[in-house]
């Protein structure tokens, strides 16, 4: 799920980025601003935890389309930047409880705040960033981003479950794995593009277009995120290839490649991700599986298709900067090198 | 949604489609020898009623699809051959209701039977189609094929709501028709696959392909039907050109044609889809516009992408006769000539 690019790197490796950097860069400077006050506490363990993972890195891309989608929608006023803070809250309270329930070590790079603080205390402080952002979405007032965003929350509490029903089952199918990648990745750019319009007072039309626009986004980044774990490129993004193998994650490259196997590259997988029996040359073999197969150029050519939908939904939109660095955000998507 | 090939036509133009006509044939004897019988009743009005639609030629590919995946997963007896039944008798019921609510007054090229015998007869006689589908799948006493296949029916009447809401709606987003075709169509193949291995008592991971398999399929299935009522071609395949188009239906071609469309362009597919106000030349500009915009292909385009995801689906059962015979129905379903 975790977003690992830096800030800066992505700034120099993703020109197509850069557009919408630009043009939300006074806005997320009050988001990063929220974000620090909003994860404060008298309690010192909540904004000494929080902000070891708020602080690690991540290009925040979620706030930054409930901004530019504001935009979009000519909002004047600064609802969306609250908004735009809840949903990186809401994206931060997620990591928390991912890194516990996967029992991950590394995130983004950094040792998860489970090993650091414990199990205990990241679950509470995602809880608590959680209870923050939809007391920020209270204050904003607008009923009908509350409700789109607070569906959301429980869409993807109801992803994180079918993840955990699908981790370790070879047997899952594409669409089972879509299904996934919809509800815990998928909900939460489609919500955070929606409330833009809906703050905007804009009609059910663009408020669509815009949930459109950011589902499809979002299955399409999932699924090049997925092919980045089995890619040699990701090295340099600062993940290490290979977590979601370690971790028995059964993402697209893995469903097609263990479908179109043989009887003996499925034992492979069976013993691999289901028995989690993984010895030294098992990623590299898991990884020339994959490329035998062409699954990594398919899940790209998988994401491409949602890409090309994302595109089409932001067709009503007038032609202009916003919509331009929009657009940009789904090309950055779908061509990171892998 | 309907089937508007021939047989005899489909086995001259459609080579891909051949093997699975040869793999179901004797099948296929008996299903339409059941069809005949449980389409009889001693109220003459519901035999010649039924007969009526079902003596007009649709290919009945659902059916066939019940009997290749039963064969594929090894199944001996007959219990597919009366599913496959009951899976053509839900799909000819949702025909003669569809006809009633869409006021059609021409099916594979004959008058609607509501036209014939009127709009309550025909909503009746497809209730009573319905109860018979009911009544040969529990004599089949597969309490799991029994599930599967009710379930499909309630999506499919919801499908057919969603449906009505989209009609003449012009701000229908494509993941809005997508959601309608998964439901008013997909869902049908995917449980006629589904429930091939849930009679042959095959594990899970082999009915889940199978669901897969037929839900992608329908789907791809659909978008070329919907690409192909905008195409010249299809004149050749028994259906007329522009029907989607005179009853307002919100399908691909225009989503796309009208989202990249100019305000002007906008104002037409207003005028002539959610107005209702068609002019003889409006057909044509239509299908002008869809060509402007690219949306034929890139309708069909989208339809590759789940024929790709059908196609892997099947890859976890041995090659030979019946895997192959499938992946022609996919073929088929995504080449015909538009």
Redesign the interface.
């Known amino acids: 799920m975790g977003i690992v690019v830096k800030l800066s790197d992505s700034r120099d490796s993703n020109a197509s980025l850069a557009p919408l950097f630009a043009l939300v860069e006074e806005d997320m400077a009050r988001v990063n601003q929220f974000i620090l006050d909003k994860a404060r506490s008298n309690v010192d363990l909540i904004p000494e935890l929080a902000r070891h993972l708020i602080d690690s890195g991540g290009k925040r891309l979620r706030p930054m389309l409930t901004i530019a989608a504001s935009k979009l929608c000519g909002y004047e006023g600064d609802g969306h930047q609250w908004l735009a803070t809840a949903v990186e809250f809401m994206h931060t309270a997620t990591l928390l409880h991912d890194d516990v329930v996967d029992e991950s070590s590394l995130r983004r790079g950094k040792t998860t705040a489970r090993l650091l603080w414990g199990n205990e205390a990241s679950v509470l402080v995602g809880d608590y960033l959680l209870g923050q952002s939809f007391k920020m979405m209270v204050d904003v007032g607008s009923l009908g981003a509350l409700r789109i965003l607070s569906d959301a929350a429980a869409i993807i509490a109801e992803g994180e479950v079918m993840q955990l029903i699908t981790a370790n089952n070879t ?1 899952t ?4 794995y879509l299904a996934v990648i919809e509800a815990k990745t998928a909900a939460l750019f489609a919500a955070a593009a929606e409330v833009g319009a809906v703050i905007a007072d804009r009609p ?2 663009e408020a ?2 815009l ?2 626009f950011g ?2 986004l979002g299955v399409a980044f999932q699924l090049v995120d997925d092919a980045l774990d089995y890619s040699g490129e990701q090295s340099e993004l600062g993940k290490s290839v290979g977590d979601d193998f370690r971790d028995g994650k059964i993402t697209l490259p893995v ?2 490649s ?3 196997g043989s009887a003996d590259e499925r034992e492979f997988w069976e013993r691999t991700l289901k028995q989690g029996e993984i010895g030294d040359d098992d990623l590299q073999t898991a990884i020339d599986l994959i490329a035998k197969h062409n699954a990594l150029a ?1 899940t790209m ?2 994401a491409r ?1 949602y890409g ?2 994302a595109r ?2 932001l ?2 939109f007038p032609d202009g900067d916003v919509k331009s660095a929009l657009l940009g955000a789904i090309e950055f998507s779908v061509s990171r090198p892998y």
Request: no cysteine.
């Open positions: 047997d199918t594409e669409d089972d059910k039309s669509a277009a949930r459109s589902r499809n469903v097609l263990y479908r179109r398919d050519e998988r298709h090309a939908i089409d939904a067709a009503i």
